[in-house]
């Protein structure tokens, strides 16, 4: 159960004492993940050590463009975030709904998947993503009908945070009020000090269970000088975000400005990929498959990550609602958004910069929001 951190003291552990809660939440059974370095990005992956963590690299990230970097420093956590999140343990990109199986009667019985099986302990989730899973946690189990799959693997979940202590060249957290700290939904929650002093982590107790794992490595209570470099850390990354995004009366310019020119501008430069939307930490839309055997006997439905840019995700009888470029990106960017909020009661956006850095033409979220807020609905007409 995550609970506040705030009557909790901080402590301070080692590079070994983070491999030591490794250890510890292997033996308790948990699939440990966390971020390592796999074809030219940082990815998460399973873990075993922090010797698979990528020490000592960080990444350049721009419209478009991502590429690791060596640091200067061994820093395990010193880069933001890559086109992985942790959707992809929680809701995965395919996933069995039900089977049905043909009795000897005739009749079919349909019987759910069986429970997810695995518990996962996520290390390294950055505040973003704490953001993003409590709005897919509203998307998936918030309403009469909960994704018991989710809310399973969701319930189980160790949540291993690390403040960030670089900013992403697209990241804009701070605008979307959603890092760079995390303040809660954590178990632990570690900031990264690579100075003088040694190599060390700052760790805030966000549960009993994280606690209870604390107990189990060498630590010691964090000083105050320690908890003031681990503020500047934090203080110093919110400084240095690669983008901003003006929230101020958000909704209300977008669901106005449905028939703005610049719709028609990111229509011509938006090639329909949807990249944005799988590396999208809050994206959730899918479709179904019904599979049946060449007997007839079994017969088997499969969720799979669908993107509100293909045609089929708006075909209805006859044909789709979103034919166009320009409605497809207009539809992402003005749910994300602002019919976020009407839906869920939050943005659907937490500026982790990803749909930015891995667009392949580097259309920016930001940039275009920025446009159509320069030239509102009335004058954008007039011009
Ligand atoms: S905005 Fe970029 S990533 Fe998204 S669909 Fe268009 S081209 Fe692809
Ligand atoms: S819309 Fe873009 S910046 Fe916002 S959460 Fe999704 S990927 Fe991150």
Redesign the pocket.
């Known amino acids: 159960m995550v609970q506040s951190a705030a009557d909790r003291p901080p402590v301070l552990i080692s590079p070994d004492g983070l491999q030591g809660l490794i250890d510890a939440l292997a033996s308790l059974g948990y699939r440990t993940l966390g971020p390592s370095i796999r074809d030219g990005a940082i990815v998460y992956d399973d873990i075993d050590a922090i010797a698979d963590l990528p020490a000592g690299w960080t990444e350049r990230q721009d419209a478009g463009s991502y590429a690791l970097e060596r640091r200067d420093d061994g820093a395990l956590f010193g880069y933001a975030v890559g086109p992985h999140s942790w959707k992809q343990f929680l809701h995965p990109p395919i996933e069995k709904l039900w089977t049905a199986r043909r009795g000897e009667d005739g009749s079919f019985a349909v019987a759910p998947p069986e429970a997810p099986r695995e518990k996962f302990a996520f290390i390294g989730v950055r505040a973003c993503e704490i953001r993003a899973i409590e709005i897919q946690d509203k998307v998936f189990c918030g309403g009469e009908h909960r994704d018991t799959a989710y809310a399973t693997r969701r319930a189980d979940a160790f949540i291993l945070a690390v403040n960030c202590g670089e900013a992403g060249g697209t990241c804009f957290c701070v605008s979307m009020e959603a890092g760079p700290k995390a303040s809660s939904g954590f178990d632990l929650a570690l900031t990264e000090l690579v100075d003088e002093a040694g190599h060390r982590f700052l760790v805030e107790i966000g549960s009993d269970e994280g606690a209870a794992l604390i107990g189990s490595v060498a630590h010691e209570p964090a000083n105050r000088s320690a908890i003031e470099a681990a503020e500047a850390v934090v203080e110093s990354t919110a400084g240095q975000m690669g983008r901003r995004l003006d929230t101020n009366g958000i909704k209300q310019l977008l669901q106005d400005n449905l028939e703005h020119p610049r719709w028609d501008d990111?229509a011509a430069?938006?090639?329909?990929?949807?990249?944005?939307?799988m590396v999208c930490p809050t994206c959730f839309c899918t479709t179904v498959e019904d599979h049946t055997d060449l007997m007839c006997e079994t017969a088997e439905r499969v969720r799979k990550w669908d993107?509100c840019?293909t045609m089929d995700f708006s075909y209805i009888h006859g044909g789709s609602v979103r034919p166009s470029?320009k409605s497809?990106?207009r539809q992402?960017m003005t749910h994300k958004l602002a019919n976020w909020i009407d839906q869920f009661g939050s943005s659907g956006c937490v500026g982790c910069g990803r749909?930015i850095s891995?667009?392949?033409?580097?259309?920016d979220i930001t940039e275009e929001v920025a446009a159509i807020r320069a030239t509102p609905a009335e004058t954008a007409r007039e011009g």
Do not use: D, K, M
């Open positions: 990111v430069r938006c090639l329909t990929c949807g990249n944005c939307t993107s840019f470029a497809r990106y992402w749909c891995w667009c392949p033409v580097g259309i």
